[in-house]
């Protein structure tokens, strides 16, 4: 029997491992009930849990870990979701593990 993977911060459920093999790409875009405008630096493209991935043909696809969703071009600019964290590399500076 596998071990389940370890859960990280908190009560947040850990990514799965759809992510690894290329099963973003059959995500759900996420909507207007996960993704709220936002008119600061707390948007989708400065989140923890935002990432790209080349998809198919090469086009980038920008996805939602936390919600294991995909992200229309444009609103990663411009929308957030309650469930934004700040990216660790800003949380704790630059190459924390030479420090």
Not at 69 to 84: A, K
Request: aromatic share 8%; charged share 20%.
């Amino acid at each position: 029997m596998a071990a389940s993977p370890p859960r990280s911060r908190g009560t947040r459920r850990a990514p799965s491992s759809a992510a690894d093999d290329g099963g973003y790409e059959h995500w759900p875009y996420l909507d207007g009930v996960v993704l709220v405008a936002s008119r600061s630096g707390k948007v989708c493209m400065t989140c923890h849990w935002f990432r790209h991935h080349a998809g198919v043909s090469c086009i980038t696809l920008l996805t939602c870990q936390l919600h294991q969703g995909l992200l229309t071009h444009g609103e990663h600019l411009t929308r957030r979701c309650q469930g934004w964290t700040d990216d660790m590399t800003r949380q704790r500076g630059w190459c924390p593990e030479v420090a």
